[in-house]
T-cell receptor
Framework: KQEVTQIPAALSVPEGENLVLNCSFT??????LQWFRQDPGKGLTSLLL???SQREQTSGRLNASLDKSSGRSTLYIAASQPGDSATYLC?????????????WGAGTKLIIKP | NAGVTQTPKFQVLKTGQSMTLQCAQD?????MYWYRQDPGMGLRLIYY???????DKGEVPNGYNVSRLNKREFSLRLESAAPSQTSVYFC????????????FGPGTRLTVL
């Protein structure tokens, strides 16, 4: 059974630092992996989606990498800002699933201190 | 475009009461989903609907029922609420592309006393 883990559960860093969030999964047979952002009291916003054949995706200050063989993905945030404070979740779509179900990590709560 | 909308935003129920959570999307998506999110855990799929007229169980369907009323609307019903159903409920819809991008509503925070 696919399991997704995100460590640490919470992270606090000063503004301006570069930081890395981690996501690991137990079964390398995935179709893709997504990173989402969740703001308090709001829904989830998709940040980046990496297909299983890709190694990384970039959007602005965000860069997500995928190492399928080791079951790991990282989300790199450059020059962090207070507005980046949110909970970041990763989710994988198992390869054998035909219904587009996602398996989710519990998230990393990120606080950027001004 | 409103995207995915959910009502209500907050609800408090007593054990044994029933209620329906409403979800609608205006993006012409075929697939819709209901998740619950509990503290310290990832989202868990309750039910999904791959297309209008079809529904299937997800990981945690017990205690819930769903209705795909039409292409836009997908409702989640709690027939007899229990304290274990206290959670935040999210509705999502999916694009038809192979990229599987899901769009989420703002959530409903439900407390069962």
């Amino acid at each position: 059974k696919q399991e997704v883990t995100q460590i640490p559960a919470a992270l606090s860093v000063p503004e301006g630092e570069n930081l890395v969030l981690n996501c690991s999964f137990t079964d390398s047979a995935i179709y893709n992996l997504q990173w989402f952002r969740q703001d308090p009291g709001k829904g989830l916003t998709s940040l980046l989606l990496i297909q299983s054949s890709q190694r990384e995706q970039t959007s602005g200050r965000l860069n997500a990498s995928l190492d399928k063989s080791s079951g790991r993905s990282t989300l790199y945030i450059a020059a962090s800002q207070p507005g980046d404070s949110a909970t970041y979740l990763c989710a994988v779509r198992p390869q054998r699933d035909s219904n587009y179900q996602l398996i989710w990590g519990a998230g990393t709560k990120l606080i950027i201190k001004p | 475009n409103a995207g995915v909308t959910q009502t209500p935003k907050f609800q408090v129920l007593k054990t044994g009461q029933s209620m329906t959570l409403q979800c609608a999307q205006d993006m012409n998506h075929n697939s819709m989903y209901w998740y619950r999110q509990d503290p310290g855990m990832g989202l868990r799929l309750i039910y999904y609907s791959a297309s209008e007229g079809t529904t299937d169980k997800g990981e945690v369907p017990n205690g819930y029922n769903v209705s795909r009323l039409n292409k836009r609307e997908f409702s989640l019903r709690l027939e007899s609420a229990a304290p274990s159903q206290t959670s935040v409920y999210f509705c999502a819809s999916r694009t038809g592309s192979s990229y599987n991008e899901q769009f989420f509503g703002p959530g409903t925070r439900l407390t069962v006393l």
